[in-house]
């Protein structure tokens, strides 16, 4: 072969590598912003879902202290109205029981 055909052919070769080259690199830098848009839309997804996780756990425990704490003003209106049945069963002993004492106050002053 001619020297000038083997020269023309070389760089017909290297055109060819520099080309494959450049679209292989292409080809790498739109999988990269691939991989990095996948990787944005799935970390934004967990930041929404754990957002979502994060709200319904909060209703959850919100429900609960709710509930818990008509649950104490049930039980304390109970303890309420138990107290105020035994006082008005004592008021005719306990006043018994003063209008006794102050007798004995008077007789013992007389």
Not at 17 to 38: C, F, K, P
Not at 75 to 84: F, P, T
Request: hydrophobic content about 35%.
């Amino acid at each position: 072969m001619p020297r000038p055909e083997v020269l023309e052919r070389i760089q017909s070769a290297e055109e060819e590598a520099d080309e494959i080259v450049a679209l292989a690199e292409n080809d790498r830098d739109e999988r990269i912003a691939e991989a990095r848009e996948r990787a944005e839309e799935i970390r934004s997804e967990a930041e929404r879902e754990a957002r979502e996780l994060k709200e319904q756990r909060l209703e959850e425990a919100r429900e609960e202290i709710d509930a818990e704490c008509e649950r104490l003003l049930r039980e304390g209106e109970q303890e309420r109205e138990a107290l105020e049945d035994v006082a008005e069963r004592r008021v005719d002993e306990v006043t018994a029981y003063v209008v006794e004492l102050f007798q004995e106050e008077v007789h013992a002053q007389t």
